[in-house]
């Protein structure tokens, strides 16, 4: 496996490979590997010829105030993990190198980052879609791989490609999950052990929604309501960011479910912020 650091490294060695007639799978990712981590990279070793992992703490994706100095790390053990799941390369550039000091051009896709973690972090997707468009062009990626619990991520990133005509199939991996059904992220090492005692009710919360609608419930408002009184009572150190229905193409919000619905959510428990979703009718 190449560890390459620079974007013209990167295009050079993806250029080549494609040359060659060789297709590129992508996973973008933030480090501290985890379990879902891997399974993305397994997922997408299974797609093309070349497989080509980003670990990329960006910047640009982090509000004021928010974490980005804490962001947990560990360069060796995330290499040797890329390389276990064969990674042909791992690009780890710094900073500097994805965005010049005068950088003044950014990707947007205003309509569906209003809502859910948009509400909160207004400037967030704007980061995320303008790095991963940067991966998408200096690789040429034929397919990129990423998790269902970035639901809003993914389905922004999904109309930036279709906007743009950029040429490259994303795919979806389930969110992989602890025992008691904690959605895994690197930001559950920010968790107290009451903390982490409490998390999965989150989970259980949308499970709860679930099956209400599966009985028949289709009143948004209502099947909200009743996940609150649930975390009320078995969240207490959980504290709301947002919990909302919406259509899981546009994220538009909704008043009733219908053939597709999303229920998604974040929950403040101490440093963390944990987001999860469902689909409430699949």
Not at 67 to 73: S, T, V, W
Not at 154 to 167: F, G, H, K, S
Not at 254 to 271: F, I
């Amino acid at each position: 496996m190449q560890i390459l650091t620079t974007p013209h490294d990167l295009e050079a060695q993806c250029r080549a490979w494609r040359k060659a007639g060789d297709d590129i799978a992508l996973v973008p990712t933030m480090g501290y590997y985890h379990a879902g981590h891997e399974d993305l990279m397994t997922h997408a070793r299974g797609l093309a010829r070349r497989l080509v992992v980003s670990l990329f703490v960006n910047p640009a994706q982090f509000g004021p105030g928010e974490d980005l100095e804490a962001y947990p790390r560990d360069a060796e053990h995330d290499a040797a993990i890329a390389a276990a799941h064969g990674a042909d390369v791992l690009f780890r550039p710094e900073p500097g190198a994805m965005y010049a000091p005068d950088h003044a051009t950014w990707v947007e896709v205003p309509e569906l980052a209003r809502g859910l973690c948009g509400q909160t972090r207004p400037t967030h997707f704007r980061g995320v879609c303008t790095v991963v468009l940067k991966l998408f062009l200096l690789t040429g990626a034929d397919v990129a791989v990423f998790g269902q619990k970035d639901w809003q991520q993914q389905a922004i990133l999904r109309r930036m490609a279709r906007d743009l005509n950029v040429p490259v199939r994303i795919v979806t991996r389930p969110t992989v999950r602890e025992a008691d059904g904690l959605a895994l992220s690197s930001r559950n090492l920010y968790l107290t052990p009451q903390e982490r005692a409490q998390a999965p009710e989150i989970r259980q919360g949308l499970l709860y929604a679930r099956k209400l609608a599966e009985e028949g419930e289709t009143n948004t408002s209502l099947l909200r309501e009743a996940v609150l009184r649930r975390w009320a009572e078995r969240l207490p150190l959980g504290r709301l960011d947002y919990l909302s229905v919406v259509h899981p193409e546009s994220l538009a919000p909704l008043t009733a479910v219908g053939d597709a619905a999303l229920m998604a959510c974040a929950v403040r428990m101490g440093k963390a912020r944990l987001i999860d979703n469902i689909l409430l009718r699949p």
